[in-house]
């Protein structure tokens, strides 16, 4: 389930076992301490938690022994399992499916993971695990869902912003939800309920935006020069690599000039996304992203793209992120870009 959803599932009752997974830490760390309230207000009042630090290293029989000790001070206990690298390991695993079969009665389990690439989430283990108890996934808040999710949290203290607030707010705290969710915070220390307005907000809130690179090509598909440039400025400010801002560029470049080209053949969006293996949220977006360019100026970009290659490795003049920016605004904005494009 979603964090979001946790609240109604513990009101309903608990489980004897969470697992908790994703890269959100503030939606994860948040979906723990919920699990921890109720189960102390269901009368889970002493707690042990266990780390593994390294897989290879870790008593795993402390899982057993812990499954099987009776409370010296409570009947009912909170066992906390935390895996920061989110691999247990063949022992661990082994150790995970065991303890998943045989859950105590008196027991309320949180294993708490990063996020799991494909191959973890289809592992015995984390199979037991998910037929055992409830996997609460903390999925990252897309640009996109991250106006809906502000507001959430501000209608909580009473609060609302203008159109023109939020749209301020989202582009400071973008990629930054535990940041945002000071920020907000903040907002309702400083001012009383009701809406808020853009000029308070720019009085208060902080610039805590952190732009990740991967994010780039799905911000090109939409058309957005201004949030484009502002998260070029960012990584750039960051200390990014430019090579790989460029390969990101460069990957949304050549999927875009494929994608047009199938479709000017006449081949289905459908089939294409599935070729070109594109998903999620840029599996809606490439499309009306294609129909902004055309073969001519996809081409000039792919040029454009080699020809910043070797600006980065030192060969030409230049400014390389003066340049990125160009390549970025190629498959954008026609407007800016270069005449007969």
Not at 94 to 104: G, I, P, R, T
Request: hydrophobic share 45%.
């Amino acid at each position: 389930m979603r964090p979001d959803e946790l609240g109604k599932a513990l009101q309903r009752g608990l489980a004897p076992l969470y697992v908790i997974h994703g890269d959100e830490s503030l939606l994860a760390l948040e979906a723990a301490q919920a699990i921890r309230d109720a189960a102390r207000t269901a009368g889970y009042h002493e707690r042990e938690v266990l780390t593994v630090e390294n897989a290879a290293h870790f008593q795993w029989s402390q899982l057993s022994t812990s499954s099987a000790s009776m409370s010296l001070f409570a009947e009912l206990r909170l066992l906390e399992l935390r895996i920061p690298n989110g691999k247990p390991g063949a022992e661990g695993g082994k150790a995970l499916e065991a303890f998943a079969s045989n859950l105590s009665s008196d027991i309320l389990t949180i294993i708490t993971l990063p996020k799991l690439d494909k191959t973890a989430l289809n592992s015995k283990w984390m199979q037991a695990l998910a037929k055992a108890g409830v996997v609460v996934e903390a999925k990252a808040i897309e640009r996109q869902q991250l106006p809906d999710w502000i507001r959430q949290r501000l209608q909580q203290q009473g609060q609302s912003l203008s159109a023109s607030a939020m749209d301020w707010l989202v582009d400071r705290v973008e990629g930054n939800l535990l940041a945002a969710h000071q920020e907000i915070q903040k907002l309702g220390l400083l001012h009383p309920k009701g809406e808020l307005q853009l000029a308070e907000l720019e009085a208060a809130v902080a610039n805590v935006a952190r732009y990740d690179v991967f994010s780039l090509g799905e911000a090109v598909l939409t058309g957005d020069a201004q949030r484009v440039c502002h998260m070029l400025d960012g990584l750039r400010a960051e200390g990014e690599s430019p090579v790989l801002v460029l390969w990101a560029l460069a990957e949304e470049t050549r999927t875009l000039y494929k994608f047009a080209q199938g479709r000017s053949r006449g081949v289905p969006a459908a089939q294409l996304t599935k070729e070109l293996r594109i998903w999620g949220i840029k599996q809606r977006l490439i499309e009306g992203a294609a129909s902004r360019v055309n073969a001519k100026r996809l081409k000039a970009a792919l040029q454009l793209a080699r020809q910043l290659d070797a600006l980065i490795k030192g060969i030409g003049e230049g400014d390389v992120w003066a340049e990125l920016n160009r390549l970025a605004l190629l498959l954008i904005n026609p407007q800016l870009a270069p005449r007969g494009l």
